[in-house]
């Protein structure tokens, strides 16, 4: 415009030196043309400015969107378990068209054979004015593509995230989704932070996004994977599972549910291997629940270890009768309760505290109520409706009150690592920041004990197949009869150890869960869930760096030294 | 006069114009070697992290397993072999000072314990009942072995400090044969002890 005015100046100043009428008119005529065709222009210009051609947008758009990046996720000790990898994606502009479409798709397929002709001849006949035709494409192939000189066909970078350990920590990360969107575990989790509306925004690019950190330990997950792996085959069960927690932090260390899935790979969401049995499923935990029960009677002061109950003969509620398994018939102190795992014991300790008292416990401890985590996947305890006698009998025992399997380890850990109530975690956290949230929920000494009754259940009871030496395990079985149509079947089992080391001062807690064990003979949690226990506490115990110690006293004197502690 | 201005004028116009014209187009170059820099840095972080993937799919723990079953002949560790200092023996042999007890021992002709200071002894005693011309030949070159020898003799009661001093010196000053024995006698052993 600028340049059309200085020039307008330029040519009137001329014109007043011609004098002829005629030319003089007609340069006006040839000044007038010149300057509309100007103003045509600079109104075009104008247009384009305020207002884009939805196509132009979209070239420069797109690619940033496509390129968008999720964070890195690492494990404690920055080892990747996801990243992003850039790789080229081919796509075609029907719109604008492609040539003749025939040939364009002989010559695509004879690069890319794979292809499907008639998808990519509907693809290329569309009047879209984007359509993507084949992710993941090589330099080679990139190279040939554009010698073949179809118009309007080309390449832009996308993003995809891998998971370079594989099946190794499925459940934990979830995934992705094609367009990199989070779908389950870990993955949802992180885009429920903002990332999403980033990714739209077309904010998300680059590798600018700060890594997240998990409390995961890989090498600790692969130890525990594979001997459930081992257990799974040789106990030819349903599905095994198991998890790690640090009792002092709430961290989750490691946590396997079997069968799992390569996230890498797309699959089926409804597909039974995406059901991370740990935080997803309930379950009625059996035995391992006595310690819950013996943990609140000891910390009211309504019982102590000298106390006594009688288990001489089985219980009787109406129609229902409670009867033990490994039946001693004759009064019991509260370690006989728990090593000889008697349900009779353990309904009577519950029923002296009363219905109330031992509902407001178990509501202490979490167990009533859904536990949330990082994972968007969490399950509601199944609580009965009418709480009566009944139901505190069986629930004493682990049976008539199913809840997610994380729920109870982190109601053990606090059990063990002096009563404090910690909620889990996958992120890595400081002891200094689990102090801070943590309940205490019971008295110190109440701890000691139970600390006490786990490790002689290892030295006496049920738990023997679960020590290794140099740890100082300790540990309770369940077995659980699941319902099937209602009834509780004899056949099939849930079996479940809840193993602690080292129980002087205990660190870390691992739960192995052996759903529905086939091996006749080894049906009973002190048979399958215990030893692998046993052995998965012999490979993590180095890798989590807990010194083996060879020269310790047994479980007895190690309640003496504490009884001396709480003395001075 | 006022044309002489115009023309000073009209050159710093020229120079002026021919400087922003430099200035701008070496501008838009940088800014163009920084888009390219950019743009390469953001290759290579791809690349890394393609790489990084890869590493990470390679060194994952299942693999690393799988491979050692395979090729390896190794056993997962058991928990008995993890010991700790305390069970460990004391040590035959602590000092402070280790240099000040090889001096020491040469000093007193004892050091039954210290072997460093037996090779010495016997190099020395060596050295004085027949003197061995290849190991004054590999020390020191150009002295004669009996002046080696003394001197080596007036040399050791030194204190710790001009032991200190004496590497240093060690390539031409002549009178060093016993502190360079004493320094690195492992290395001298099979001679000496011939």
């Known amino acids: 415009m600028n340049r059309f005015s200085q020039m307008r100046a330029a040519l009137s100043g001329w014109l ?57 996720i690492l494990d404690r000790d920055g080892r990747q378990l996801a990243t992003d990898v850039q790789s080229a994606m081919l796509y075609a502009e029907p719109r604008k068209g492609v040539g003749y479409v025939d040939d364009a798709v002989d010559q695509l397929r004879t690069v890319f054979p794979d292809l499907d002709e008639r998808e990519l001849r509907d693809k290329l006949s569309s009047k879209k004015g984007f359509v993507r035709l084949k992710r993941e494409i090589s330099e080679r192939q ?51 932070g903002g990332l999403a509306d980033l990714h739209l925004a077309g904010f998300a690019t ?104 009688d288990a001489s003969a089985p219980l009787h509620f109406g129609r229902f009768t409670i009867t033990d398994y490994h039946a001693q018939r004759r009064v019991l102190t509260v370690p006989e309760v728990f090593t000889y795992s008697s349900n009779i014991g353990a309904a009577k300790i519950a029923m002296s505290m009363g219905v109330e008292q031992h509902k ?88 000691d004990k139970m600390r006490y009754l786990f490790r002689l259940n290892v030295e006496k009871g049920s738990a023997r197949r679960a020590e290794i030496e140099g740890y100082y395990v300790g540990g309770k079985t369940g077995t659980s009869e699941k319902v099937v149509r209602g009834r509780y079947s004899h056949e099939k089992l849930l079996t479940v150890f809840t193993g602690v080391f080292p129980c002087y001062d205990p660190k870390y807690i691992v739960l192995v869960m052996v759903d529905e064990p086939k091996n006749t003979g080894h049906s009973t949690a002190g048979l399958n869930a215990a030893p692998t226990t046993g052995q998965i506490i012999a490979r993590i115990g180095p890798l989590l760096g807990v010194e083996p110690k060879f020269d310790l006293p047994k479980a007895d004197q190690l309640l003496l030294t504490v009884s001396q502690r709480a003395a001075n | 006069m006022l044309r002489g201005l115009n023309i000073i004028a009209i050159g710093g116009l ?83 000072d280790p240099i000040g007890d090889i001096i020491n021992s040469l000093d007193h002709n004892g050091g039954a314990r210290d072997p460093i200071g037996t090779i010495i002894e016997k190099l020395e005693s060596a050295e004085q009942a027949a003197p061995a011309p290849e190991t004054t030949a590999t020390i020191a070159p150009n002295e004669e072995p009996e002046t080696t020898g003394s001197v080596g003799e007036t040399e050791l009661p030194e204190p710790t400090g001009t032991l200190g001093d004496i590497p240093g010196e060690a390539p031409d000053a002549a009178p060093d044969t016993a502190p360079e024995a004493g320094m690195a006698p492992a290395g001298e052993q099979p001679e000496g002890a011939q």
């Open chain 1, 16 to 72: 007043r030196f011609t004098q002829g009428g005629v030319s003089r008119r007609r340069i006006a005529i040839v000044v007038l043309l010149f300057a509309s065709v100007h103003v045509v222009i600079a109104g075009r210009l104008a247009l384009i400015g305020i207002k884009s051609d939805p196509q132009v947008a979209r070239r420069v758009s797109n690619p940033d969107l496509l390129a968008s990046t999720r964070p890195d």
């Open chain 1, 142 to 192: 990139q190279h040939e593509v554009r010698k073949l000189g179809i118009p309007h066909v080309g390449f832009l970078d996308e993003s995809k995230r891998v998971y370079p350990a594989g099946a190794e920590l499925s459940h934990v990360l979830g995934g992705v989704n094609v367009d990199s969107v989070g779908i389950a575990g870990l993955e949802k989790w992180v885009d429920s």
């Open chain 1, 206 to 309: 680059g590798r600018s996004l700060k890594p997240v950190q998990l409390s995961v330990d890989l090498a600790v997950q692969h130890a525990m994977r594979d001997e459930l792996m081992k257990a799974q085959a040789n106990y030819q069960a349903k599905s095994t599972s198991g998890m790690v927690l640090d009792v002092r932090t709430g961290e989750i260390v490691a946590m396997v549910s079997l069968p799992d899935y390569d996230p890498n790979k797309p699959g089926k969401p409804t597909d039974l291997s995406r059901l991370n049995r740990l935080t997803t499923g309930v379950y009625e935990m059996g035995s391992t629940f006595k310690a819950l029960t013996i943990a609140m009677a000891l910390d009211s002061g309504k019982a102590t270890l000298a106390s006594r109950y």
């Open chain 1, 360 to 447: 407001a416990f178990l509501k202490k401890m979490g167990q009533l109520d859904r536990l949330r985590t990082e994972l968007p996947e969490s399950a509601m305890p199944l609580v009965p409706k009418n709480w009566g006698e009944i139901n505190t009998a069986t629930i004493a025992f682990g049976h008539g009150l199913a809840v997610a399997p994380l729920q109870a380890v982190m109601a053990t850990a606090a059990l063990v690592n002096g009563g404090l109530l910690i909620p889990p975690t996958f992120l890595k956290r400081s002891p200094e920041e689990a102090k801070k949230i943590a309940k205490r929920v019971l008295r110190p000494e109440t701890s």
């Open chain 2, 14 to 96: 020229i120079a002026a114009a021919a400087v922003v014209y430099d200035v701008k187009y070496s501008a838009t170059y940088e800014a163009q070697k920084v888009a390219r820099l950019n743009s390469e840095i953001a290759k290579e972080r791809e690349k890394i992290a393609t790489l990084k993937a890869e590493w990470s799919t390679l060194s994952s723990p299942d693999r690393i397993q799988r491979l050692a079953m395979k090729y390896l002949n190794m056993k997962p560790l058991p928990v008995t072999q993890i010991g700790n200092f305390s069970a460990l023996p004391d040590r035959l042999y602590t000092s402070a």
